[in-house]
Structures are given as structure tokens and as C-alpha cells.
């Protein structure tokens, strides 16, 4: 992973734990979370494409957010109540 990404990724994260500290339970979509990354998201397949990795499937990005991944709404729950 390039560090652009990685830096994009790791600020997306703080950002999300400090909203899921406020609000307890944050949902994020899981084409947000490929956007944020710098990639393209596929629905159909769930997976996000970024320059550094092609065809990441969404519940592997949000497992790495310490999240669950609802696959027939397509988000990643991060935080507490989960």
C-alpha cells in the first residue's frame, strides 16, 4: 500500500472512532469507505479497487476497521454496541 493511501486510510479511521466515541455506534457505506481509500467500489462484487490493491472485499475492510459488515445493506458498523 502506497503511504498516500495508507495516510488517507489511517485519517479516515481516526475520524470514524472519533464519531463512534461521540455517538456510540457509526454506519458507514461501504462505497464511502472505498472512496476515503482512493478507490472505485463495486456493488455487484462488494469489493473496492485502489491503486495499491485491486478487488479488496468490504468486510475485509471494515473487519481492519474492527467493524461488522452487513453485506445485504453494504455498511460497516464501527464502534461500541455492535
Given at each position: ?8 486510510s489511517m ?38 479497487d485502489?491503486?495499491?490493491?485491486t ?23 464501527v464502534?461500541?454496541?455492535?
Amino acid at each position: 500500500m502506497n503511504s498516500t493511501v495508507m495516510i488517507r486510510s489511517m485519517l479516515a479511521v481516526v475520524a470514524v472512532m472519533s464519531f463512534a466515541g461521540c455517538a456510540g455506534n457509526t454506519q458507514l457505506s461501504a462505497a464511502s469507505m472505498c472512496a476515503s481509500a482512493g478507490g472505485t467500489y463495486s456493488a455487484q462484487a462488494q469489493t473496492c479497487d485502489t491503486p495499491a490493491q485491486t478487488a479488496r472485499k468490504a468486510a475485509d475492510m471494515c473487519q481492519a476497521h474492527n467493524g461488522y459488515y452487513d453485506a445485504s445493506a453494504q455498511v460497516c458498523q464501527v464502534g461500541r454496541g455492535q
